[in-house]
């Protein structure tokens, strides 16, 4: 099973809403990825977690908050965003590399469409 | 720096003609490669990857990718295009974050039009 789940698949919020994305995984990956992909663009790299760990912040703004409760879940909250903001949201997943395996092919969900108002 | 290049923007083949989108890498050590291909609206469904070895890769949906380190390349191709191929498809290499940690670098992309 190579499946990452998203929910939800659209959300609308105003400027001044706080909402969540959340994103799931069962295939025991312990890195764990959120993308912001604008139209006819590819994905940008927002945050990564290790081990459930922060390790990669893109220089975000902090309207936008990640959270990995657990090796399985990773989580986005979303605040005070700007229209700008509108996007796909994508979260992806892979093996954490070691010994001779440098890398590993990450793993993507459907997106969350987020549309601010 | 590492980086992506995937020239054409937009290609338009007809259905059952055979395909090759162009893929220009940029990275000093041995790459990690990958194609993605996205539908409208859906996420990223990886096609295939090349780590090392056999330098021409087989993915999934009838694709191959070939691997040239001399022109820096990973092209995709299909001999024969289907109407459900229409996607955008991008190139990206695996490039290593610093630590444990590794990012993929994306091409911008090729968007495919399959004509009936």
């Known amino acids: 099973d190579t499946e990452v789940t998203q929910t939800p698949k659209h959300l609308v919020m105003g400027m001044t809403n706080k909402k969540s994305l959340k994103c799931e995984q069962h295939m025991g990956h312990r890195a764990m990825y959120w993308y912001k992909q604008k139209a006819k663009k590819p994905p940008e790299l927002m945050f990564v977690?290790?081990?459930?760990?922060?390790?990669i912040n893109e220089s975000v703004p902090s309207r936008f908050s990640p959270e990995c409760p657990n090796s399985s879940l990773l989580n986005l909250h979303l605040h005070a965003l700007q229209p700008e903001d509108s996007a796909l949201y994508l979260c992806?997943?892979?093996?954490?590399?070691?010994?001779?395996?440098?890398?590993?092919?990450?793993?993507f969900g459907p997106g969350t469409r987020l549309t601010v108002t | 720096a590492q980086s992506v290049t995937q020239p054409d923007i937009h290609i338009t083949v007809s259905e059952g003609a055979s395909l090759e989108l162009r893929c220009n890498y940029s990275y000093g050590a041995t790459p990690y490669l990958f194609w993605y291909v996205q539908s409208p609206g859906q996420g990223l469904q990886l096609l295939l990857k090349y780590f090392s070895g056999d330098t021409l890769v087989q993915g999934i949906k009838g694709f191959e990718a070939e691997f040239k380190r001399s022109q820096s390349s990973f092209n995709l191709r299909k001999p024969s295009v289907h109407w459900s191929d229409a996607a955008e498809y991008f190139c990206?290499?695996?490039?290593?974050?610093?630590?444990?940690?590794?990012?993929?670098?994306f091409g911008t992309g090729t968007l495919l039009a399959v004509q009936p």
């Open positions: 992806a997943s892979s093996q954490e590399i070691g010994g001779t395996f440098l890398y590993y092919e990450q793993y």
């Open positions: 990206a290499v695996g490039a290593r974050y610093g630590g444990a940690t590794n990012k993929l670098i």
């Open positions: 977690y290790s081990y459930e760990k922060l390790s």
